[in-house]
Nanobody, 117 residues
Framework: QVQLVESGGGWVQPGGSLRLSCASSGMIFNIYDKAWYRQAPGKQRELVAR???????TYADSVKGRFTISRDNAKDTVYLQMNSLKPEDTAVYYC???????????WGQGTQVTVSS
């Protein structure tokens, strides 16, 4: 039984910060690439940040310099630190684990992030 559970979403004013967590269970943590995606109303789901098995990190241009993805191997948890938040960051954020050899995706349930005054 595999499971990804996001937490840390909520409401924040523009310029504020949030830290999202994705706790995994029933998974061999190191064999996956890990990523955060988001989906705003009326838009396609988009990649926000990814950290590969080897630790290589990529970000969407829209979040570079503001968001940081990280992992804690001891806790089997992935994080997304979001700073200088903007209203356009408002979306449901999803944790994604990608099993590279099987090319299979696993998804969390999503957590809502709302940035507004």
């Amino acid at each position: 039984q595999v499971q990804l559970v996001e937490s840390g979403g909520g409401w924040v004013q523009p310029g504020g910060s949030l830290r999202l967590s994705c706790a995994s269970s029933g998974m061999i943590f190191n064999i996956y690439d890990k990523a955060w995606y988001r989906q705003a109303p009326g838009k396609q789901r988009e990649l926000v940040a990814r950290i590969s098995r080897g630790g290589e990190i990529t970000y969407a241009d829209s979040v570079k310099g503001r968001f940081t993805i990280s992992r804690d191997n001891a806790k089997d948890t992935v994080y997304l630190q979001m700073n200088s938040l903007k209203p356009e960051d408002t979306a449901v954020y999803y944790c994604n684990f990608f099993r590279v050899l099987l090319r299979k995706n696993y998804w969390g349930q999503g957590t809502q992030v709302t940035v507004s005054s």
